[in-house]
């Protein structure tokens, strides 16, 4: 629906996809006027010298074919029918369809896509990386393909009554912020529309769509947003898309702010195991064994029950300019490697994302700075941010204000890219065995699949973020060594084993799911003050 200059799959690819038609409207002839006649196809199949191969009157040969209800992922004729359209498309009959075979195929069908949708079908499906499809990597690109595609068809269809019809179409569109008459929504019915009916059933809409490439299904991504409801005290997530209507519509600052908001309240109710992860990550050795309960008794036996929140002012006034950068970063990015879709594949996602997350921290890093001294201070060394700024200053230079930079922003990379796997990972996994009738996994499922990411990806970079904390740290320690990052992890290895770069680890994972849990309540509470729409 969002390529209207794809042309219609013809009548021919309707026999090969099994469809539940009767013999008669297997003419041979596209309606859009791009179909071929079935003697075509078998012309393309049988100018080859080689064995018998399957031709076009072999999809006829089912004297039952149109008998049964069946789809690509069932069926008696299913393997055959599927052969024959591999074998048409597979122009050089090597057994593998590439780029190539898919240009020529398809146009041969009356199919037309641009290279690079033909290049991201055949990198969607290609398991061994060998730049082409088999048989087994077709079939399953064409399986999983098909299964969104009904999902979204079903999140289209409105009145559920099996149908997409004008109106549907525009209310879809506008959901994605593409507002469109209902004269062009009846333009887009009509180039898909096969049977005369202006309205688009389940066969209509697999035809037109299947052979487009899966990244181009933005109504199963959106809903699947997560990073906005998470945050655990780590800014090293890959920020949100955003629809074209809510950048139009100024939704998507709402989004922000409900977010950071969210965050706020969260950072405020965690704090202090937040400030008892940072006195384990510096002071805790094999000689000073610091366990929770101790810390938290240690920490206010020092200055009191206040103490445990020393740190979380800066903590929470650097979220705004860190959200604002990384977004406004995040959306140039996109433009500058040149990508014209509204949603990113992950690779792009992540090399985005990653940017933007390394402009941002390097804006706000002597922030990180302050909220770590402020964090270790004892009661009385500072009157507040500005006074540590100061001190800081007039004893260390501003050099002190970058110490620990170079694994902050190392740690980026391991954190964004194994959260955004292991998110997309469970995302699949949970609409490929249990979506059936939309692609909204509902709260509870994201949430699950947002704490384990996030968790997975906290973990890959908490060595980078330890070492980072104690360069911070270090001249808060008094006669205490003066290291680089690799110094630093070689000291620690020799002096406490591998183990010495997990301090810290068991309070910082004690938050996570109250962090969440805190955010999704006032995220929600919210978006509804801020007159935020949910999908």
Known sequence: MMHQQGSLMPALLDDVLCQCRSAETHSGVDPGGGGVHAEDASSVSSSKPVSRRPVAGDWHSDPDHSAHPCDICGGPEQEHRLKVLFQVLDVNGDGGICVNDLTIGLKKLGVYRTEHELMKIVKAGDKDLDGQLDFDEFVHYLRDHEKKLRLVFKSLDKKNDGRID????????????????????????????????????????????LLHPAENIPEIILYWKHSTIFDVGESLMVPDEFTAEEKQTGMWWRHL?????????????????????????????????????????????????????????????????????????????????????ETLGITERLLAGSLA???????????????????????????????????????????AFYKGYVPNVLGIIPYAGIDLAVYETLKNSWLQRFATDSADPGVFVLLACGTTSSTCGQLASYPLALVRTRMQAQATLEGGPQMNMTGLFRHIIRTEGATGLYRGLAPNFMKVIPSVSISYVVYEHLKITLGVQSK
């Open 257 to 341: 702010v409900a977010g950071g908001g969210a965050g706020a309240v969260s950072r405020t109710c965690t704090a202090p195991l937040d400030r008892l992860k940072v006195l384990m990550q510096v002071h805790a050795s094999k000689s000073n064994s610091m366990h929770i309960a101790g810390g938290f008794a240690q920490m206010i036996r020092e200055g009191g029950v206040r103490s445990l929140w020393r740190g979380n002012g800066i903590n929470v006034i650097k979220i705004a300019p860190e959200s604002a950068i990384k977004f406004m970063a995040y959306e140039q990015i996109k433009r500058l490697i040149g990508s014209n879709q």
């Open 166 to 209: 004008s109106q549907e179409i525009m209310q879809s569109l506008r959901d994605l912020g593409v507002n469109i008459s209902e004269e062009q929504a009846e333009k887009i019915l009509k180039s898909m529309d096969k049977d005369g009916t202006m309205t688009i059933d389940w066969n209509e809409w697999r035809d037109y769509h």
């Open 357 to 399: 997350g390394a402009i941002a921290q390097s804006s706000i890093y002597p922030m990180e700075v302050l909220k770590t001294r402020l964090a270790l201070r004892k009661t009385g060394q500072y009157s507040g941010i500005l006074d540590c700024a100061k001190h800081i200053f007039r004893r260390e230079g501003v050099a």
